[in-house]
Nanobody, 121 residues
Framework: QVQLVESGGGLVQPGGSLRLSCAASGNIFSINAMGWYRQAPGKERELVAN???????NYADSVKGRFTISRDNAKNMVYLKMDSLKPEDTAVYYCNAMIVVSGNWLESEHWGQGTLVIVSR
């Protein structure tokens, strides 16, 4: 009923930049918080950044000053601009959204399939 599809991952050199995008589609009434998580090999999934429907943002300490989260409510999209990338940013990045589904009017958590970011020379 609801899909989150990420794009924009890839291979980038240390110090480089990437922009991830996530599009939500389906039977959506409204979207509350949206965010990005990541999971590196052998590690647990962790929050990278999130943003409320009103635009309030929150970042993990490890990415503050380097990553910027934004959203386009009209398009049901969320973005993550990643600058000054480091090898330790290598991970699968997942889009997350708290969505009120039309029909049942209940908020539920949804995840994308993930997009791989590799930071390496």
């Amino acid at each position: 009923q609801v899909q989150l599809v990420e794009s924009g991952g890839g291979l980038v050199q240390p110090g480089g930049s990437l922009r991830l995008s996530c599009a939500a589609s389906g039977n959506i009434f409204s979207i509350n918080a949206m965010g990005w998580y990541r999971q590196a090999p052998g590690k647990e999934r962790e929050l990278v950044a999130n943003i409320t429907s009103g635009g309030t943002t929150n970042y993990a300490d490890s990415v503050k000053g380097r990553f910027t989260i934004s959203r386009d409510n009209a398009k049901n999209m969320v973005y993550l601009k990643m600058d000054s990338l480091k090898p330790e940013d290598t991970a699968v990045y997942y889009c997350n959204a708290m969505i009120v589904v039309s029909g049942n009017w209940l908020e539920s958590e949804h995840w994308g399939q993930g997009t791989l970011v590799i930071v390496s020379r």
